[in-house]
């Protein structure tokens, strides 16, 4: 199947671009290039997401209320409460720097681009995943900063300067903005090239090298043992099985239809890397981010395969 290949060079990029750092880690003047490539790049995606999301669509989307508070409830509040729940797991098995980035990891905003494509997939409602997912990568910008404020400075053994949510408007928030005001001389430019949704994975695998090469200068692979990483992967697979369980366990629950259920579950239980990342890099500063990112990197590539496969078959439900 089409989106099957397209998901699998997608992860074969990311899995070669954590290896290549691991072997080739950027060094010298090519760590400041690189920091300014990948703030660039995040920027430049997230002006796109602008120029994608339509006034009207928004608009209508902000009508069916009930759908988009039931998804930012399980991406800000669920998911939030089942990382801080899972503190019970350090040190015995996971330890404090690997939980630290396993709390982080529940409580950054749903992805946009593969939640969109997968519940369009599905045959799911479209119009409902542009503006949740659009929405938690907004909400994001201010509510992943408080809630790690919330639970990392005590729970994670973390600590961040609170006013970096300014640097994180900075690069994710305004762009966007700017992406919206712009949509008359852009949008229809961005609509006639489909293949710019390259840019989105492009950028993906560009903030996991540069996420991958400061950890190897953080000496990363020398403070976790394999079967610690095993057991970390684990707990990020039955995190994923248990929310994938629980969004449309709500959804049905709650009345939703079917097409509402499939948006509520591909937006509510993703994780994303595009906006993940970028936000520890400017929130920990300073501070060891190698560790710290690598639950979520496990995650959203586990969250690809899942949702990829739940996609398909959905869509031959409806077939």
């Not at 560790?291 to 869509?315: D, E, I, K, N, T």
Request: aromatic share 10%; net charge positive; proline share 4%.
């Amino acid at each position: 199947m089409g989106w099957l290949k397209r998901l699998d060079r997608f992860l074969l990029a990311i899995v070669c671009a954590a290896v290549i750092a691991s072997l080739l880690p950027a060094q010298g003047v090519m760590i400041s290039v690189l920091d300014w490539l990948t703030k660039v790049a995040v920027a430049v995606l997230f002006f796109v997401y602008g120029v994608r999301l339509k006034p009207d669509q928004a608009i209508a989307g902000l009508k069916h209320w009930r759908l988009h508070l039931t998804i930012l409830s399980i991406t800000y509040l669920a998911f939030p409460l089942v990382g801080w729940s899972l503190q019970v797991l350090s040190p015995w098995l996971l330890s404090p720097a690997l939980y630290a980035g396993l709390l982080y990891l529940t409580l950054v905003p749903s992805t946009v681009q593969s939640s969109i494509n997968f519940t369009s997939l599905a045959k799911g409602n479209v119009a409902g995943a542009i503006v949740s997912a659009s929405a938690s990568n907004l909400l994001g910008v201010f509510l992943t900063p408080l809630l790690c404020w919330a639970l990392m400075t005590t729970s994670g053994g973390i600590a961040f300067d609170p006013s970096s949510i300014l640097d994180i408007v900075g690069q994710l928030l305004v762009p966007f903005l700017l992406g919206q005001l712009s949509r008359r001389w852009t949008a229809g430019w961005v609509a006639a090239h489909p293949r710019l949704k390259l840019f989105d994975n492009g950028v993906i695998v560009l903030v996991v090298y540069s996420a991958f090469s400061a950890g190897m200068r953080e000496h990363m692979w020398q403070q976790v043992e394999p079967l610690a990483l095993l057991a970390l992967l684990g707990v990020c697979l039955l995190l994923l099985a248990a929310m994938l369980a629980f969004s449309y366990w709500v959804g049905r629950r709650l009345g939703f239809s079917r097409a509402d259920v499939i948006a509520i579950q591909f937006c509510g239980t993703k994780k994303s890397l595009a906006t993940g990342l970028p936000m520890a890099n400017v929130l920990f500063a300073g501070s060891p981010v190698g560790l710290l990112v690598l639950p979520l990197m496990l995650f959203h590539q586990a969250q690809l395969m899942a949702c990829g496969s739940l996609a398909a078959r959905y869509a031959k439900q409806v077939d």
